[in-house]
């Protein structure tokens, strides 16, 4: 059983970066494709970022030339870089591992 941990959420300013991180635990050899996705109070969730095994993404429009995926294969880890952060931005976001499942989430919050 794969396991997914987020960690690198926080309280961050307008403007602030964050990188949030999703370690895969457990007897595989590599990881599938991932994504992250991210939840605001009294919102449906909604994909911010995906990558594929060989390293393709695809961004959400309100995240575009902000956020970067990526994925390191050696450490099982995938990671979302967060800059220009705005309030609009906060909510739970999650890990999703495509054939695994979801992590537990970890909070981001934007504000001064």
């Known amino acids: 059983q794969v396991q997914l941990v987020e960690s690198g959420g926080g309280l961050v300013q307008p403007g602030g970066s964050l990188r949030l991180s999703c370690a895969a635990s457990?007897?595989?050899?590599?990881?599938?494709?991932m994504g992250w996705y991210r939840q605001a109070p009294g919102k449906q969730r909604e994909m911010v970022a995906v990558?594929?095994?060989?390293?393709?993404?695809n961004y959400a429009d309100s995240v575009k030339g902000r956020f970067t995926i990526s994925r390191d294969n050696a450490k099982k880890t995938v990671y979302l870089q967060m800059t220009s952060l705005k309030p609009e931005d906060t909510a739970v976001y999650y890990c999703?591992?495509?054939?695994?499942?979801w992590g537990q989430g970890t909070q981001v919050t934007v504000s001064s």
């Open positions: 990558i594929t095994r060989v390293g393709n993404t």
């Open positions: 457990g007897s595989i050899p590599s990881i599938n494709a």
């Open positions: 999703y591992g495509f054939g695994y499942g």
